[in-house]
């Protein structure tokens, strides 16, 4: 069965503290993975990721993928409060155009 | 704002009513998933729907069914609503392959 299982489910962090989230997979025909910052409703696209090894960077949060160990990880430095929220990782693969398998996310939470 | 919109925002139907969801796409997207998000787990896939043809199904029964229109905006439909339908639905527009793009959602309560 496919499936994509994120880690840790919850992290509490002060503002400064540097953050790693993990992401693993098992899906046939992987295509992509993503991930997303949802705070309220919509989850907002940050990366995506189809090649091992060759980080993605966006200011302080940069991930990168491993296809050999089927994992990601993103990272987040200095954080901030307005980190804070749920970090959800997909997975595109196989079987039809563009479906995601989704992990249930990591919520990260920043104390000033 | 990634220019999806979704309507309603939320509402609350009883069991056994039926529902219909509203999402138009972002320009150029030609392609619209839909996703179930229950409390407190991560999206699940529904549908997706190609220049107007469903394109795959995730484990989601008939009675939840979708339309897209010639302008690439969508609906989701579902029949005798279940206490377990309750969760927050999200439509994503995207270029065949591309990332997904999100809309704010709309929370469906059934009572």
């Given amino acids: 069965e496919d499936k994509v299982v994120q880690s840790p489910l919850s992290l509490v962090v002060h503002e400064g503290d540097t953050v790693t989230l993990n992401c693993s997979y098992e899906v046939t025909n992987f295509r992509s993975l993503l991930w997303y910052k949802q705070e309220k409703k919509a ?13 993605k960077k966006s200011g302080r949060l940069s991930s990168i993928l491993d296809k050999k160990e089927l994992s990601s990880i993103l990272n987040i430095t200095a954080t901030q409060t307005g980190d804070s929220a749920i970090y959800l990782c997909a997975v595109n693969y196989g079987g039809s155009q563009g479906n995601l398998i989704f992990g249930k996310g990591t919520k990260l939470s920043v104390k000033p | 704002e990634t220019g999806v919109t979704q309507s309603p925002t939320h509402l609350i139907k009883t069991r056994g009513q039926q529902v219909t969801l509203r999402c138009s796409s972002q320009s150029g997207h030609n392609t619209v998933s839909w996703y179930q998000q229950a409390l407190g ?9 190609y220049r107007e043809e469903e394109n795959g199904r995730g484990n989601f029964p008939p009675r939840f069914s979708g339309l897209q229109f010639p302008n690439y ?9 279940e206490l377990d339908d309750s969760a927050l639905y ?11 793009y999100f809309g704010p959602g709309t929370r469906l309560t059934v009572t």
Wanted: aromatic share 12%; charged share 5%; proline share 7%.
């Fill in chain 2, 73 to 81: 905006s969508s609906e989701l439909n579902v029949n005798a609503l």
């Fill in chain 2, 41 to 49: 787990q991560g999206p699940q896939f529904i549908f997706q729907y």
């Fill in chain 1, 43 to 55: 989850p907002t696209f940050l990366f995506m990721l189809t090649s091992s090894g060759i980080e």
């Fill in chain 2, 90 to 100: 999200l439509c994503a527009s995207h270029p065949t392959g591309g990332e997904q």
